[in-house]
């Protein structure tokens, strides 16, 4: 499985953007994908999360200014973040797992990207 972030950049506070990642691979064993995100000296946490059949989970920070999305046909991965804060600075990593990912459960067989930077700066 291949894992490939894209939309990452610097933004105002309040603005938006949009995070991409083209999957590619055997992703038969894959029961949910999503996104993650680590700040200088944090540990990873889930932002967004979705499963093969649309269900969603979101980090309670979110607070419904982020959406994910899926696009198989594209092979495409999703997030669509508003309203964006200082906070929501860090780098934001593409997820493939089979499991526990989707709670927040980072699981040694998951499949990760580089990651992309997001940078929420005035």
């Known amino acids: 499985v291949h894992l490939e972030e894209s939309g990452g950049g610097l933004v105002q506070p309040g603005g938006s953007l949009r995070l991409s990642c083209v999957f590619s691979g055997s992703m038969g064993s894959i029961w949910a994908m999503g996104w993650y995100r680590q700040a200088p000296g944090m540990e990873r946490v889930l932002v967004a999360a979705?499963?093969?059949?649309?269900?969603?989970n979101y980090g309670d920070f979110v607070k419904g200014r982020f959406a994910i999305s899926r696009d198989d046909a594209q092979h495409t991965l999703f997030l669509q973040m508003n309203n964006l804060q200082p906070e929501d600075t860090a780098v934001y990593f593409c997820?493939?797992?089979?499991?526990?990912?989707?709670?927040?459960?980072?699981?040694?067989?998951?499949?990760w990207g580089q990651g992309t930077q997001v940078t929420v700066s005035s």
């Open positions: 997820n493939a797992g089979n499991g526990g990912s989707y709670y927040g459960h980072i699981g040694e067989n998951d499949y």
């Open positions: 979705i499963t093969d059949n649309g269900n969603t």
